[in-house]
């Protein structure tokens, strides 16, 4: 079955309608579908486009496939986010331990490390911890 322009238009205003939000995924849904409808015996345009809702999970997979696809493009940044929280938190905790056992023992440098690990705390680990915060409850909302 071949399909026309404005059966693509149809099936691209339901995909917008039920859920499908990024022009990615949209696309990529669509041209799927339409493969799917092109290369099966299918003599009827809605029992063919049924058909492939139905092999996608139906009209309330979609918005769940947006979900899905969305947190599985963002997770590698957030892992990454974290890894960076974690590494600044270590650097500072570090610093202003070491600082602190230099001043104890009256060691040479101890000021200069110190003020490291509060420039490192200061500076570094929270404004990525807020920053850290903010995108995990922005990510929670979508």
Request: aromatic share 16%; glycine share 8%; net charge neutral.
């Amino acid at each position: 079955m071949i399909l026309t322009d404005n059966q693509i238009e149809y099936i691209e205003a339901n995909l917008k309608f039920y859920g499908v939000a990024s022009e990615a995924l949209r696309e990529d849904l669509l041209d799927h579908i339409c493969t799917f409808i092109e290369t099966g015996d299918f003599t009827d345009f809605e029992t063919a486009y049924r058909g492939a809702l139905q092999r996608f999970g139906g009209y309330s997979a979609l918005g769940s496939l947006q979900k899905e696809t969305h947190y599985q493009l963002y997770e590698k940044k957030n892992i990454r986010r974290k890894r960076v929280v974690y590494f600044s938190g270590f650097l500072a905790a570090f610093l202003l331990s070491t600082g602190v056992l230099f001043k104890l023992f009256h060691w040479p440098f101890a000021g200069i490390i110190l003020f490291s690990g509060f420039i490192a705390l200061n500076l570094i680990l929270l404004p990525v911890l807020f920053y850290e915060r903010y995108k995990n409850a922005i990510q929670k909302t979508i």
